[in-house]
T-cell receptor
């Protein structure tokens, strides 16, 4: 079983729509959680960390559900510039074990 | 602006060649990583290093080696390149407790 699983999509949504991605993780010892954004042929870049109480950054909201072992990312009022692949990342413990989902592809359509 | 820099964006090598991928970070981070990224498989850890001359195997170390002679530089070596090593290679570094910061990636094609 993979450590981290994501729906690969693709998600094609119109501008202004709200879209949500989920990501499940298998190791209950997971300590830290992140969402990264990756543009085509570019490196992943941190979008936001995910905190236990949930957190928001502008149009982006991240949630963590430890009981069900999943994290989510909600994007409101989608922009064309949000088109990218979104990777969920899980850190086991506090060391160097990072596990990456395969990414969810989002295309925002005019 | 803090940076992780990989020496090449695109590289084409022949089967059997010895290939060096270089990565330099300017943040004095202790931990550095090499991943490869393939469609449908995501990022997979090849090797990481937590200090100069220290290294640990990741999930897919076969066919690769690494070198960390200085804190800022972490090199990935393909001893004898094969076509199944055609991939996107990503270097990252981090300070303890922080999330990884990636270099721009090297797209390697082995022909």
């Amino acid at each position: 079983r993979k450590e981290v699983e994501q729906d690969p999509g693709p998600f094609n949504v119109p501008e202004g729509a709200t879209v949500a991605f989920n990501c499940t993780y298998s190791n209950s010892a997971s300590q830290s959680f992140f969402w990264y954004r990756q543009d085509c042929r570019k490196e992943p870049k941190l979008l936001m960390s995910v905190y236990s109480s949930g957190n928001e950054d502008g149009r982006f909201t991240a949630q963590l559900n430890r009981a069900s072992q999943y994290i989510s990312l909600l994007i409101r009022d989608s922009k064309l510039s949000d088109s990218a692949t979104y990777l969920c990342v899980v850190n086991i413990g506090t060391g160097n074990q990072f596990y990456f989902g395969t990414g969810t592809s989002l295309t925002v359509i005019p | 602006d803090v940076k992780v820099t990989q020496s090449s964006r695109y590289l084409v090598k022949r089967t059997g060649e010895k290939v060096f991928l270089e990565c330099v970070q300017d943040m004095d981070h202790e931990n550095m990583f090499w991943y490869r990224q393939d469609p449908g498989l995501g990022l997979r850890l090849i090797y990481f290093s937590y200090d100069v001359k220290m290294k640990e195997k990741g999930d897919i170390p076969e066919g690769y080696s690494v070198s960390r002679e200085k804190k800022e530089r972490f090199s990935l070596i393909l001893e004898s390149a094969s076509t199944n090593q055609t991939s996107m290679y990503l270097c990252a570094s981090r300070e303890g407790g922080e999330r990884p910061l990636f270099g721009q990636g090297t797209r390697l094609t082995v022909v």
